[in-house]
């Protein structure tokens, strides 16, 4: 399931629809969506990009989410140093991507520098 999106409501639909073909636990789903959540947020935060590819696969038992998009360059692999262990003490801004790279088995992250092109794959 490949699409190009524009909004975050879109890529919940997506979701939701590729969760219920491939009848996908709901707790999975649930990481599905927050992962997507964060980094969607982030590229339209910070890139400035105005829509993002989707791509959601299954590669045996695992899941796999990649997010590409015209940007400058955001390695999410390279989350914050995480300084407190209370999460009311952390400075906002970052959290977000410490969580990403906690629940995924794995992220892969590429840049065109020619393009200026993001991508992000994530494993489950």
Do not use: W
């Amino acid at each position: 399931m490949n699409l190009k999106l524009h909004s975050l409501e879109e890529a919940f639909v997506v979701i939701k629809e590729f969760c219920e073909q491939y009848r996908i636990p709901e707790s999975l789903c649930y990481k599905v969506n927050l992962i997507s959540e964060e980094l969607i947020v982030n590229l339209f935060q910070y890139s400035l990009a105005t829509e993002y590819v989707l791509d959601l696969s299954l590669k045996g038992e695992k899941l796999l989410i990649q997010i590409s998009y015209q940007g400058p360059e955001f390695n999410p692999t390279r989350p914050p140093e995480v300084k407190s262990s209370s999460v009311e003490e952390m400075q906002y801004g970052g959290l977000g991507l410490v969580l990403v790279n906690t629940m995924a088995s794995h992220i892969e992250y590429s840049y065109d520098l020619n393009n200026e092109f993001n991508v992000i794959t994530i494993t489950l």
